[in-house]
T-cell receptor, first 110, second 114 residues
């Protein structure tokens, strides 16, 4: 059965801290690994990683795909209160499905 | 503006009363999908469609129907809603069908079934 597991479930940090969110996946014929940020509305896209693009960076956020370990991490450096959100990881499978993890709830305190 | 729209945004209904949640995208995307989001369970895929007249079940299809008669529209139908279908629903679309693209999400529909 395809599955995506995220850890930790929740995290509380102070502004300026660096955080690492984890995502592991087991999917049929893996295609892609996507990260989304969800505040009190629809998920917004952050990164997509594939076998041909295993590292992405945008400002303070970066993500790496470890194809050997079937996992990915999302790093956020110098966190800000605006980073408070649920971070979702999803894997695209060869069965044309996207499988989401349950998310990591991040709270950044001022 | 490129977007995915859903209607209604909020709906309170009673058990057994058929309802339809509409979803439309203006990006000419092939792939469309419906998800439900419940606390502690994350986003779960209900149905997806790879193109017009091509639909398939996701992980939680029971109690739902979909159709894809036009490329831009992908309505979600609840023939006989039950309280366990109370949830936040998202429609999403993506270019291509190989799952090498990001999904664009609609604003969500919060459904309460009494």
């Amino acid at each position: 059965e395809d599955k995506v597991v995220q850890s930790p479930l929740s995290l509380v940090v102070h502004e300026g801290d660096t955080v690492t969110l984890n995502c592991s996946y087991e999917v049929t014929n893996f295609r892609s690994l996507l990260w989304y940020k969800q505040e009190k509305k629809a998920p917004t896209f952050l990164f997509m990683l594939t076998s041909s693009g295993i590292e992405k960076k945008s400002g303070r956020l970066s993500s790496i795909l470890d194809k050997k370990e079937l996992s990915s991490i999302l790093n956020i450096t110098a966190t800000q209160t605006g980073d408070s959100a649920i971070y979702l990881c999803a894997a695209g499978s060869g069965t044309y499905k996207y499988i989401f993890g349950t998310g990591t709830r991040l709270k950044v305190l001022a | 503006e490129a977007q995915v729209t859903q209607n209604p945004r909020y709906l309170i209904t009673v058990t057994g009363k058929k309802l339809t949640v509409t979803c439309s995208q203006n990006m000419n995307h092939e792939y469309m999908s419906w998800y439900r989001q419940d606390p502690g369970l994350g986003l779960r895929q209900i149905y997806y469609s790879m193109n017009v007249e091509v639909t398939d079940k996701g992980d939680v299809p029971e109690g739902y129907k979909v159709s894809r008669k036009e490329k831009r529209n992908f309505p979600l139908i609840l023939e006989s809603p039950s309280p366990n279908q109370t949830s936040l629903y998202f429609c999403a679309s993506s270019p291509g069908i190989a799952l090498y693209n990001e999904q664009f999400f609609g604003p969500g529909t919060r459904l309460t079934v009494l």
